[in-house]
């Protein structure tokens, strides 16, 4: 009877999560005739210990902690181990930075002074200051001093601030120096509208950073105590040098506003805060007037203000214990001088998902396969953020084709938002093909009697031919090449050597044959031939066998041939009648042999016979000079 009935006709569709999914009726002309005797009451489920309510996926339910991690009745988190927190995105137990420390069942970490835990990005981020006018105007050099924390911005209260304070507030904005400070609300219109988010800030005389400040979160104050602030400024074509610490002239050719951290340079060149100087910008970058970096000309490349040149990122992917992964594990990106983690704080971000399947064609995949969400693997904490707000179209087949900041991003520090991908692959015996022109990504089975293992750009062809990555064939080796299996290349034979289209190895054709025509031919009966090519014999020499051998040294051996032959059968023809006749033909043919010997040559020579084992002779002819 105490509440008045302020809806009416609520509906909700099936598989709404919220009342925002619902439609219902407000005021009393719609209300007409309700009253407490209408009123609803409800009995809501609740999860048991050791579970939590996981609202944060597609189906809001009751699900199991995490691990060894418990949690009392109807909990939305679980309890985690000091130096942990509970994050709810990823419903697990994440380790704190090596900034900050947690006790159990925390979900967030403290950090150290100057620092404040930012639950979006998961680190601690250093409080920053800035000055604004009654319009919110920026860029001053005095007006209304604001902070920003993980709250947004807010103003200082007056509570134990000094001279030493408002010194190193200027100092970390870029000015050199204060000239006063005061309190007070001058700019009530603006000053209402932040909240008091500092108060005791206090800074010893010596103190040039914020880690050795005391300050609270905490306040007793009104905005009739905040803070005012105006620094010092350099005059007119100066800079403040921060190594120098004090206002410095431009160089020739340069000028600057009042107040200004670096002069205005000219075109092509860019202002090098280091050498306090404008330099000429590399070959494959260039600028604008009065630019502090250059823009590279070739895609894929970015300015390195460190070391003042065009770099380019090369991705890779590790697996939990930082050796190579293949196909899927954490991106880690490199530019030689540096290596670490890209990261992202929003892993549902279409831009990000876009990036992912980017990164994964730089790696030369063909898609992204699953959206992987963060992991706690210690080797992330080995790598610096080198990289964050990763952007990418809906069309970007590379990361030449994207935007991102260079380092850390102010609400995204954390090394614990590593992206982790699992990029697509070909199968075995297919080969990776893509088609810059209609930009198609996709896997090509490998040519008949080819193979490849998973994830490959080229086929493993058979002996005698070699993968054609154009034609995405297996191509024959040309005559007088050779391939082994897998060969990339097709190699020339040695010299000497020869081989016929399609060949695993080169050899020779036999004696008496020339390579012609992609196969052995053989000589003509003039010719020899040495297995590549036939020459003519000398004019002394017969040919015989494809060689060329001496007349009179063919004609002996050809007789001494035939007698051991009659010779080692003497034993078998004993018993033969025609034993006598077969060696009255072989000494016939010998005195024949002799006698042409003599007239063909006019050469003498000795007939000489060697005793043998079996007690008969080997008959050699030798020629002679006697």
């Known amino acids: 009877g105490n509440y008045t009935s302020l809806i009416g006709s609520l509906t909700c569709k099936e598989g709404a999560s919220s009342i925002a999914d619902c439609s219902f009726f407000t005021g009393s002309s719609y209300l007409y005739g309700c009253g407490n005797d209408n009123d609803l009451f409800l009995q809501c489920a609740s999860c048991p210990e050791n579970t939590y309510y996981d609202e944060h996926g597609y189906y809001h339910k009751c699900a199991d902690c995490p691990g060894n991690t418990t949690s009392k009745r109807n909990s939305q988190f679980c309890e985690c181990p000091a130096q942990h927190y509970w994050h709810f995105a990823s419903a697990d137990c994440l380790k704190c930075p090596f900034n900050s420390t947690s006790g159990p069942g925390a979900t967030s970490c403290e950090c150290g002074k100057g620092f404040y835990w930012d639950a979006l990005s998961r680190y601690c981020l250093r409080y920053s200051f800035s000055l604004v006018d009654q319009d919110l105007s920026q860029d001053m050099t005095s007006g209304l001093l604001l902070t920003t924390n993980g709250q947004g911005q807010g103003t200082v209260c007056d509570d134990r601030y000094s001279d030493a304070t408002a010194r190193v507030n200027c100092l970390d904005m870029g000015f050199p120096g204060f000239q006063s400070w005061w309190f007070g609300r001058e700019s009530w219109s603006v000053q209402h509208t932040f909240p008091i988010l500092l108060d005791e800030f206090v800074c010893a005389d010596n103190t040039s950073s914020y880690s050795d400040c005391s300050y609270s979160t905490l306040h007793d104050c009104t905005h009739d105590e905040d803070i005012f602030l105006a620094c010092a400024s350099c005059p007119h074509n100066s800079f403040y040098s921060k190594e120098l610490q004090k206002c410095v002239p431009c160089p020739l050719g340069a000028s600057s506003r009042p107040n200004s951290l670096l002069c205005v340079c000219p075109a092509e060149t860019f202002w090098n805060s280091d050498a306090g100087d404008c330099v000429s910008c590399p070959p494959n970058s260039t600028s604008t007037q009065g630019s502090d970096a250059c823009e590279c000309s070739e895609a894929g490349f970015y300015w390195d203000s460190e070391h003042h040149q065009c770099l380019q990122w090369k991705f890779r992917l590790v697996a939990e214990d930082g050796t190579p992964a293949e196909s899927q594990g954490l991106l880690v990106v490199g530019n030689g001088y540096e290596t670490g983690l890209p990261v992202s704080c929003d892993l549902k971000d279409q831009p990000f998902l876009n990036f992912a399947r980017a990164s994964c064609l730089e790696l030369g995949f063909i898609g992204q396969d699953t959206q992987v969400y963060p992991h706690d693997w210690a080797i992330q ?19 030449a084709d994207c935007s991102y900041l260079r380092g850390p991003a102010p609400h995204c520090l954390n090394s614990l938002m590593g992206v982790y991908l699992s990029c697509v692959t070909c199968p075995p015996n297919t080969t990776f093909h893509f088609d810059k022109y209609s930009q198609f990504r996709g896997c090509d089975p490998c040519p008949q009697g080819s193979t490849s293992p998973a994830d490959s750009f080229s086929c493993l062809c058979s002996p005698g031919s070699t993968w054609n990555a154009t034609g995405k064939t297996c191509d024959y080796c ?51 031939g040495d297995g590549v090519k036939c020459s003519p014999c000398p004019p002394d020499l017969l040919v015989e066998s494809g060689r060329c051998v001496s007349s009179l040294q063919e004609l002996l051996t050809i007789t001494a041939n035939l007698l051991n032959k009659l010779q080692s059968k003497d034993s078998h023809l004993k018993a033969s009648e025609d034993t006598n006749t077969i060696l009255a033909i072989a000494i016939a043919t010998l005195v024949v042999a002799i006698v042409c010997v003599v007239v063909c040559t006019k050469r003498k020579f000795t007939v000489t016979f060697t005793p043998r084992t079996d007690n008969h002779e080997n008959i050699q002819l030798v020629p002679g000079s006697y």
């Open 381 to 399: 904490e080995e790598y610096p953020v080198v990289m964050s707000n990763m952007s990418c179209s809906n069309s970007a087949n590379s990361f």
């Open 478 to 528: 040309p005559t007088n090449h050779y391939s082994d299996r897998d060969a990339v290349n097709c190699t020339q034979c040695p010299s000497g050597t020869v081989a016929p289209m399609a060949s695993e190895a080169c050899g020779t054709c036999p004696l008496g044959h020339s390579w012609s025509n992609y196969t052995c031919v053989l000589c003509p009966r003039e010719d020899y």
